[in-house]
């Protein structure tokens, strides 16, 4: 026997034995998605890092602006990149603390929410393709390492990801980006949620 509750999103199942299972259909970020305030981003074109956790240059920044009473869930994280790395390179996830001064806003990156597909960015949140930051940013996280072979060498390029289902929170005042310990030029993605913090 099987009854599902549509409008929960619940499954309660029972067997000849009396044994019960009781779940929820679909994933966490298919119900994070569904609430509306889930948004992807990518930068369009590469970015050359600097060497190193760096104020200049991050691949792809979000930010959360001081006073905005915005919280944002990071869910995913990728980043590939189609040339050699100069020296190779360690690709850091990359955390800016609470700062009174704000990032520079230089060049706004693609945003679009994943459940209506509009392209607006989120209120108080804003994704950026190119930013300064205020203070460079400490490491939370490595997604892999680039060599300086030439991408021709391999049959796949450089890819890397990482999921943090919703539970690396990037605070009102403070931002994320992708890093590298030496130049690099990277492609960067990233899936978050944008919740109220009161």
Known sequence: ??????????????????????????????????????????????????????????????????????LVKLWYVSCTSLVAAGAAAAIFAALGRRHSTAVIETAAATTANMKTGDASAPPGVPCLSVATLPAAPVAVGILGAQTSAAISTSPVGSFFERWYNGALFIDEGCNFSLQTSTASTLFCEYIFEVVATR
């Open 1 to 70: 026997m099987e009854i599902t509750l549509g409008p929960l999103g619940i499954t309660w199942k029972g067997n000849g034995h009396g044994a019960a299972l009781v779940s929820q259909y679909g994933s966490a970020l298919e119900e994070a998605v569904d609430r509306g305030n889930v948004y992807a981003t990518a930068n369009q074109t590469t970015v050359t890092t600097q060497a190193g956790l760096s104020v200049t240059t991050p691949a792809l920044t979000i930010a959360t602006r001081n006073g905005s009473r915005q």
